[in-house]
């Protein structure tokens, strides 16, 4: 059976084929004993296997909650707990840098109770809303493409009624408020409600991260700097 998910600890700085230009090097700086924070790389092969088949491929979701699994247990904590949550990032990585190009979602496994977990672990309530906030707005944008003006939008109310120009003058009562209007967009763009389940929004999220190669903008660019259409992207969990 082919492995699709290698944990950083696996790989190495010669594997830019397989895991990506940041998954190999990530993967390098972890076996040099650089202190990054933990996590895990979905192959390109997984990536190309996707994109020909218009499905993620069989065993892929297993393995991605196999070293989810593994990835708690070091932790210490679980994705999306309501007393001491586990947050993680996903971020495309090609064997060759395609700046901005691609897709990121961050801070997956925020819900409505492991953001007042976060809350109370970084006694920072504004911190954790904006977090949350941020989220809901990359999801609804990157996993579910909707409208991005809709947030921003949304945004720009939520400032004039506080008679404010900066998003950093937002309380956390005025950005839990945004939560909810961010929510409700989701809701009505979508049809369906913003996910709750932390690995709904995991395995959505890298779905996103493999048809971003295909985006408008990825295309352009490695027409333009003359990089392999066939390659595929790795996806970074970490």
């Known amino acids: 059976m082919v492995q699709f998910v290698h944990a950083f600890e696996s790989g190495n700085k010669d594997l830019k084929d397989l895991l990506g230009g940041k998954g190999a090097n990530l993967a390098e700086m972890t076996n040099l004993g650089i202190p990054v924070p933990p996590g895990f790389t979905i192959t390109t092969e997984a990536c190309r296997a996707y994109l020909a088949n218009g499905a993620v ?135 369906n409600p913003f996910p709750q389940d932390p690995r709904e929004q995991l395995h959505a999220a890298v779905e996103a991260v493999f048809d971003s190669w295909n985006s408008d903008r990825a295309v352009l660019y490695r027409r333009r700097e003359r990089i392999p259409t066939d390659l595929g992207t790795a996806v970074n969990v970490q």
């Open 57 to 191: 491929p069989p065993g892929l979701v297993e393995e991605v909650d196999e070293h989810l699994a593994r990835l708690e247990e070091r932790m210490g904590r679980r994705l999306g707990d309501g007393t001491d949550p586990l947050l993680v990032s996903v971020r495309s990585g090609a064997k060759f840098s395609m700046p901005g190009m691609m897709e990121t979602v961050l801070n997956i496994g925020l819900g409505d109770a492991s953001v007042l977990a976060l809350a109370d672990q970084t006694d920072n309530p504004r911190f954790a809303w904006d977090s949350y906030r941020r989220l809901v707005q990359m999801f609804g944008k990157t996993v579910l493409g909707l409208d991005g003006d809709a947030f921003e939008d949304a945004m720009d109310a939520a400032k004039t009624a506080k008679g404010v120009t900066a998003d950093v003058d937002l309380d956390a009562g005025d950005l839990q408020s945004l939560v909810a209007r961010f929510k409700a967009i989701v809701l009505e763009g979508s049809g």
